[in-house]
C-alpha cells in the first residue's frame, strides 16, 4: 500500500514569496490533515478536512495560509506572503475516519529567508 | 487545553542499554496516547499507541503502559540498538466530535552508540 505523498520535498523561497505544497494521502482515505512542524519542536495542526470540508482550522493563519481539497482526495496548501516565521516542516496526514490512526508523509522543508 | 511534556534529549545510550524516555500529559476527557518516532530524513511512524487506562502499546521491542494516576505514558525499550537513533514523539488526540487532531510534545533525540 502506497503511504502519503507529498512534493516537493525542499522549497527555499525569500520573504513576501508565495509558495504551495501538494499532498496525496493514502487510497480510501476520508480524513487528511496538514501540520506545522518547527525545528525543535513537535509538529502543530494546522487544519483538517474530512473528504472535502473542513472540520479544524482553528489554527491556520488565515491571513496568509490557504488549503483546499477540492475533491476529498489531494489537497494544497498555499503560503502568501511568506515570512520568515513561516520556516519549517510541512506534514500531511491520513487516516481512514475521525478518529483512526493518522499515517504521516515524508514533509516539505521549507526555508523563507 | 491539551497539552504533552516529554524528557528533553538528547538521550545517549550505549547498544543494548535499557531504555526509558519519560512522558506525561495534561488533558480534558479521556484521550488516546501515540508514541511516534522520526528516523533521520523520514516522516512521522507510528511506534506504537493505547487508548485507554492500563492498556499497554508494545511494537519492535518498545513499550508504553497508559497511566491514568500519574498522567503517564513513559516509553522503554529493554535493549537499544544503534537503528534505534531517531526522535521520538509522545502525543494524544481526543476524538471531540468536532475533529480529533494529535497535540504533540517537543520530541526526544535518543542516539545509541557502539
Known amino acids: 500500500e502506497a503511504g502519503v505523498a507529498q512534493s516537493p520535498r525542499y522549497k527555499i523561497i525569500e520573504k513576501r514569496q508565495s509558495v504551495a505544497f501538494w499532498c496525496n494521502p493514502i487510497s480510501g482515505h476520508a480524513t487528511l490533515y496538514w501540520y506545522q512542524q518547527i525545528l525543535g519542536q513537535g509538529p502543530k495542526l494546522l487544519i483538517q478536512f474530512q473528504n472535502n470540508g473542513v472540520v479544524d482550522d482553528s489554527q491556520l493563519p488565515k491571513d496568509r495560509f490557504s488549503a483546499e481539497r477540492l475533491k476529498g482526495v489531494d489537497s494544497t496548501l498555499k503560503i502568501q506572503p511568506a515570512k520568515l516565521e513561516d520556516s519549517a516542516v510541512y506534514l500531511c496526514?491520513?487516516?481512514?475516519?475521525?478518529?483512526?490512526?493518522?499515517?504521516f508523509g515524508p514533509g516539505t522543508r521549507l526555508t523563507v529567508l | 487545553g491539551n497539552s504533552v511534556t516529554q524528557m528533553e534529549g538528547p538521550v545517549t545510550l550505549s547498544e543494548e542499554a535499557f531504555l526509558t524516555i519519560n512522558c506525561t500529559y495534561t488533558a480534558t476527557g479521556y484521550p488516546s496516547l501515540f508514541w511516534y518516532v522520526q528516523y533521520p530524513g523520514e516522516g512521522l511512524q507510528l511506534l506504537l499507541k493505547?487508548?485507554?487506562?492500563?492498556d499497554k502499546g508494545s511494537n519492535k521491542g518498545f513499550e508504553a503502559t497508559y497511566r491514568k494516576e500519574t498522567t503517564s505514558f513513559h516509553l522503554e525499550k529493554g535493549s537499544v540498538q544503534v537503528s534505534d537513533s531517531a526522535v521520538y514523539f509522545c502525543?494524544?488526540?481526543?476524538?471531540?466530535?468536532?475533529?480529533?487532531?494529535?497535540?504533540f510534545g517537543t520530541g526526544t533525540q535518543l542516539k545509541v552508540e557502539l
Open positions: 496526514a491520513s487516516s481512514s475516519g475521525l478518529t483512526d490512526t493518522q499515517y
Open positions: 502525543a494524544l488526540t481526543i476524538n471531540t466530535g468536532g475533529g480529533n487532531k494529535l497535540t
Open positions: 493505547a487508548t485507554k487506562a492500563d
